[in-house]
Structure formats: C-alpha cells, structure tokens
C-alpha cells in the first residue's frame, strides 16, 4: 500500500483510518501477544456492520491484504497483516442480553468479560475460555471450550445465529435456519468465511460457582495425572478441572513456602450445589496428598478473570495444542520431562475438558470435529522478556514434538502455533475439510479471508 492508496482509503471509509505516521498507530497494532510486530499499512476501526461492508469492498476492490481483529489474542497473531488492512472490530464491543428468552447478542469485538458481566446480573453464562480479556469472536469461530463445557457443551454449541459480512461486501444473517451451510462452517471453522459483526448466544443459569486449585508436588506428576486421566471423564458434569504444569507464582492464594515452585496441579470449577462441594472435592487426597487445595465460592465473571492479572497482554507468546482421547502412560513421562525443565516462570502446559456435554453433538453437525476427544491440549511458551523468545519457543515446540506421537493427531484450531503446514489444518477438521472446502468456494472463492488457519476454496 502506498500513501495514496491510504488516503482514498481515508476518503472512501466513515471512521478513521490509521496509519503508520499517526500518533495512536502503535498502541492500535497491539496485541495480546508480544512476540508478533506486524505492521499493517492500515488499521481500520469499525463501529458497526456497515463499517465493516465498506472496509471490505475498498480492500477487495484494491487488492489488498486482509485481517480481521476482534479481541487481538490470536496466539499466531493472525489479527495483524503486514503492510495490508487490519479491520479493527474493538469499538464495537457491547452487549445486549434477554432474560426471558435467556440469550444474549454480543458485538464481534467484545471480550468474554463483557459478555459475563452483562449476563451475570441476570445469574446467565455460556461456556467460553479461561481469561476475560479473550475476544468472543476469534474464540467462538474456533469453537470454544471453558470451564462450563462439561455441563453446557462448547461456545458454538450454544451460538444461535451471527451476523456476517461477506467478502463481495454483502450482509447475512447465519443460522440453523438462513444460510445453513455458512452456519455450520462458522461453528468451529475459524474466520475463513467473513467478518462476523454479532453473535447470538444460548445463556444457561449459573451464578456463584466453587473456584479450586489443587498442587502437587513434581514429583507426584505421575501417580496424579493416572488418577486425573480416570477421576475427571467419570465424575459429574458439573465439576470441570483442567489439569496444569507450572510454576507457582508469588502471591496469594498460594503459601510464600510454594512460590516459584514447580508443580503439578488441577484448576477446578464446581457449578453444581454448593452444599456438596466437599464431597464433589474429596478425591483430591486419592492420587498423594496435595501440597496446596483451596476451594472458595465466587461469582462466575470472578472465576473467569482469575487468570487476567498473571497473563496480561504484552507477553511473549508461543503455543502449540492437540486433541487426546487418553492420556498414555507415555505422554505421562513426556509431561514430567518438559514440566521439569520449564524454562522460564510463566510457562505452562494444560489439558482442558471437552468431554461430558462438550461430546454430545455429532462429527458432522458443525465444523468442530473432535467430538471424540476428552482433551483440549496446550503447552505456552511464556515470558515478558524478548530475550527469552527463542527458549520459550524452543520448549514449547520440543514438548509438543515429543507428545504430539500421543495425541488424536488434530488441535484446536486456535491452539495451533504460527507457521504450522496446511496438512496440520487438514488434520484439525479431519472428514469436515472438504465440506468446508466446498463452502468456501460459495463464500469467498478468491480466498480474500486468508489470514488465518486457512481453508483454501475447493476447486
């Protein structure tokens, strides 16, 4: 893009256009991740979908390269193109929820606090994430799991409809009952499709749930991950723990004779009677004797934001993730290798629940896959200085290697790192890829949506 180009951009477009020479440039090409600095010829910011429409016809019109940005946590940082058009959905970040039909109609630039602080007054909530600051956008079009997943299923199976600019401009609504093939592929298959400018959600009752935490010691990592691989698909939907190793970082709730220590343990969500909660936790004793257990009843948004303070934006980041339908006892001794040689005091390795209700749907009813697995992996690479990038990566890329032989073979489509080859996207939408294929040739043929996971149009 040359300067012209920006400045018939200017003319053409409502809002502000903004480019490299502008004062807010470079907080507006922020992102959640550090470790990515791209700089877009232009950032557009829109306020609503008609915004959205004329950005994209100026961009296709003119050849240029294209990215959308809802929340800007794309691990990969796919939300940034270099030297071609970002469209900005930040401003349009409201929430509208119904409490009688028990539904909420959420702007695609919102983040998941805004959506829990709006359904929380209402005692409401839909599954979705760990940390508040993620947008619903990039988490909902990848599928989206959390901690209600085991009692309410994924993000996308509580979608109702969404609201979408195509790429020759145009404006739809998508649903079970307009534009069902483009409804299905939107259900887990990233943003290959369009922009999407609103999502309606399903809410389901929740209010005040039971936080816990429990922490082993290391060298227990063994006997707890056999027992977490049994206890948690056979205990009740309401109780959600996804398993961690980590280092424990300095401040409450944890004890000052654990800080900085390197552990393994269990971060737990009680969503059922609150009068049982000490039997729901009474199996924490089962696999040693913890080193840490703290249980305390908070208010959903609470739980969801738990995370914010110790992971906010601004990090270096590198991610890589898998599906498991088991935990092998030889992913057990890759788990104790890498969680031992943690390299740095932020880096992490989770597996996240999607088994329970998040198992209920069938292969082929949306683009989310991996109906059989009963794990959503993901090892971070972490750190806020720039100079430990290439060892956070190194790690993360080494412990995926090594246990990735014990996965399902696809991920989360969110959970996959930067650089990662086309047959690894195949992999991720198994027998849904060529559906999905198909769609995208109706959709966008010319692959105007290609700054992502892509899904190329089917010839």
């Not at 507006?28 to 470790?35: D, E, G, V």
């Not at 950032?43 to 959205?52: K, L, S, T």
């Not at 409450?252 to 039997?279: A, N, S, Y």
């Not at 200085?385 to 073979?409: C, I």
Request: proline residues 7%.
């Amino acid at each position: 893009m040359d300067g012209t180009t920006v400045e018939a951009m200017r003319t053409a477009l409502r809002g502000p256009v903004i480019g490299p020479q502008d004062p807010e440039y470079d907080e507006a090409r922020k992102i959640y991740n550090a470790m990515i600095d791209r700089r877009p010829a232009a950032i557009v910011p829109c306020r609503d979908a008609g915004d959205v429409m004329n950005a994209v016809d100026f961009i296709r019109d003119h050849g240029l390269e294209l990215a959308v940005r809802g929340g800007g946590h794309s691990g990969p940082g796919l939300c940034l193109v270099e030297d071609g058009v970002t469209i900005d959905l930040s401003p349009m970040r409201w929430v509208r929820v119904d409490p009688v039909a028990k539904t909420a109609q959420v702007g695609g630039g919102a983040q998941l606090g805004d959506l829990d602080h709006a359904a929380h007054a209402f005692g409401l909530a839909t599954p979705g994430g760990i940390i508040s600051t993620t947008g619903v956008g990039g988490l909902t079009l990848g599928g989206g799991h959390g901690y209600l997943t085991r009692k309410y299923g994924l993000t996308v199976d509580n979608l109702l409809s969404a609201d979408v600019v195509l790429a020759d401009g145009s404006f739809v609504t998508a649903s079970e009952d307009d534009h069902q093939d483009l409804f299905w592929a939107l259900r887990g298959g990233g943003g290959n499709f369009g922009v999407v400018t609103s999502f309606t959600y399903r809410l389901h009752p929740v209010h005040t749930v039971v936080f816990g935490v429990t922490l082993w010691s290391l060298d227990s990592i063994g006997d707890v991950l056999q027992w977490y691989r049994d206890f948690l698909p056979s205990a009740p939907e309401d109780l959600y723990g996804f398993f961690a190793g980590l280092v424990v970082p300095p401040g409450p709730p944890f004890p000052e004779e654990i800080h900085g220590r390197k552990m393994c343990g269990v971060v737990w969500c009680w969503t059922g009677d609150l009068d049982v909660v000490d039997k729901a936790f009474a199996a924490v004793t089962d696999p040693a004797p913890p080193a840490f257990h703290f249980t305390a009843p908070l208010p959903y948004p609470a739980v969801q934001s738990t995370f914010d303070e110790l992971i906010p934006t601004g990090l270096q980041w590198y991610w890589r993730g898998d599906f498991f339908d088991r935990i092998t006892d030889g992913a057990i001794d890759v788990h104790a290798k890498y969680v031992e040689g943690i390299p740095t005091d932020l880096c992490t390795m989770h597996l996240y629940p999607v088994d329970a209700a998040g198992q209920r749907a069938g292969q082929g009813d949306m683009a989310w896959a991996y109906r059989d697995a009963v794990w959503s992996g993901v090892i971070g690479g972490i750190d806020p200085d720039p100079a430990n990038a290439e060892t956070v990566r190194r790690w993360a890329v080494d412990y995926w290697e090594e246990l990735h032989p014990h996965s399902m073979g696809g991920a989360y489509v969110n959970f996959l790192g930067a650089g990662e080859s086309q047959d690894r996207v195949k992999t991720t939408y198994r027998g849904n890829y060529d559906r999905l294929a198909q769609i995208k040739r109706t959709y966008d043929a010319d692959n105007l949506f290609h700054a992502n996971q892509n899904i190329r149009p089917a010839q």
